[in-house]
């Protein structure tokens, strides 16, 4: 700047510098900083205060003390010449109409450039972005995330791709969360080869997920319960494309051990009605299905009775802070727990049966208009059970057995202590 001839205009770098003082990259804040110096050294002392009263307290401590190891400023320049005004561009002859003349149509357009494959070193470094502390890198990191999954990502760079942006929409600013969102859905639709990442699994199993479909079904519900509409219509949008692309069977192994763990309520409520429309779709399948298993089909039912169970009493009361949440909840668990009784009722009925007084308890208040043969169901199967001898023990029997062997042991040991203190 010391060999420029003074112009207005230079007065615009402040913008540019107060745009890359936040920078993810060192050497960007770095040449940031050499700039305002420069500008304040030739005299923009005003725009130069300016762009230091714009920035965050952080960035601007950085500025000051590299404006204390600089040279004085320079003596404000007060008398700058005016922009150059521009040109008179004069207005062409008009010509005279001549005939028409047939026009051939424009030749087709090259073939774009081939895409280059991303790399694993700019997912790593993308997915490093996701993290960054300013929301602007963040949101520029999941969209360069979305252009690489487009280009093409391969093997386990496209598991950490899914990874990346599967926690970014459960980012606090809403802006890096709705374009998440809308990574998701476009990579959703994609192709079977390009969703199969989201069955990769998760190290710390947030909500008792283990998959990052499980997490996304999960985040994408806590998301119709936010305060803003696109990113409502968005995490819908979201949950229509994961139905569209896995199959109902994965969709309730991925996000069936969070009916009971995801909070707040309203954001259950979500997730209770999402697996009630995939259970009615899986319950009428032919052949294998999730709740052809026993143990998924018994371990989806009791999480189900703990939450009816949880928010019975407060889904009557009047809403406050506390149950907020609570009825919409109690409702979609009902709707659930009567998709899967519809898609097997034995089997649900003797589960039900087995519960603790509460929960079965809590299940037939439910039910009793949703399904009014449900508490006849549940006592049949307790009756046949109790009928018909079963080496089968349930768990409250298991844990009084148990109890009771404990306490004969110990009173046996005291008698054979008592007695050998005698002797």
């Not at 008398?79 to 008009?94: E, G, M, Q, S, T």
């Not at 950490?160 to 599967?166: D, G, K, M, Q, T």
């Not at 026993?294 to 999480?303: I, N």
């Not at 049966?353 to 949703?370: F, G, I, T, V, Y």
Request: glycine content about 6%; proline content about 8%.
């Amino acid at each position: 700047l010391g060999r420029w001839r003074p112009d207005s205009n230079w007065a615009q770098a402040a913008s540019v510098v107060e745009k890359r003082a936040r920078d993810a990259d060192g050497s960007a804040r770095a040449a940031a900083r050499g700039l305002w110096l420069a500008l304040r050294h030739a005299g923009f002392a005003r725009q130069a205060q300016d762009c230091l009263d714009a920035l965050d307290a952080s960035a601007r401590k950085a500025f000051q003390k590299a404006a204390a190891a600089a040279p004085p400023p320079g003596p404000p320049l007060t008398d700058l010449p005016p922009p150059a005004a521009p040109k008179p561009v004069k207005p062409k002859p008009v010509k005279p109409k001549k005939k028409p003349v047939v026009v051939e149509p424009p030749p087709p357009p090259s073939p774009e450039r081939p895409r280059t494959k991303p790399t694993p070193a700019l997912i790593d470094a993308l997915a490093q972005q996701c993290a960054s502390p300013h929301w602007d890198v963040r949101r520029d990191a999941v969209a360069a995330l979305r252009e690489a999954q487009r280009d093409g990502v391969m093997g386990e760079d496209r598991k950490s791709a899914w990874r990346a942006l599967v926690i970014a929409v459960g980012d606090a600013h809403h802006k890096v969360a709705l374009a998440a969102l809308e990574a998701c859905c476009a990579g959703l639709d994609a192709g079977r080869e390009d969703v199969e990442g989201l069955l990769a699994s998760i190290p710390d199993r947030p909500f008792g997920v283990s998959s990052s479909l499980g997490l996304l079904v999960t985040r994408c519900c806590a998301r119709l319960a936010d305060g803003r509409a696109p990113l409502r219509r968005a995490a819908g949008s979201c949950l229509d494309g994961a139905r569209r692309a896995f199959a109902p069977g994965a969709l309730l192994h991925a996000a069936a051990p969070a009916t009971n763990a995801l909070t707040p309520l309203r954001a259950r409520a979500a997730l209770h009605e999402f697996l009630a429309a995939v259970a009615r779709v899986d319950g009428e399948a032919q052949g294998a299905s999730y709740l052809a298993d026993d143990a998924h089909l018994h371990t989806l039912v009791s999480r189900v009775a703990a939450t009816l169970a949880t928010t019975r009493s407060a889904s009557t009361q009047r809403e406050t802070a506390a149950n907020d949440g609570a009825a919409p909840c109690h409702a979609a668990a009902t709707r659930l727990l009567v998709a899967l009784f519809r898609a097997d009722r034995n089997r649900v009925a003797s589960r039900v049966a087995k519960l603790s007084l509460s929960e079965k308890q809590a299940c037939e208040h439910a039910l009793r208009d949703a399904a009014p043969d449900f508490k006849s169901a549940v006592s049949n199967v307790r009756k046949e059970e109790v009928s018909k001898p079963s080496n089968i023990i349930s768990e409250e029997t298991e844990r009084a057995a148990r109890a009771t062997l404990s306490a004969a042991v110990a009173a046996l040991a005291r008698e054979v202590r008592g007695g050998a203190d005698a002797a």
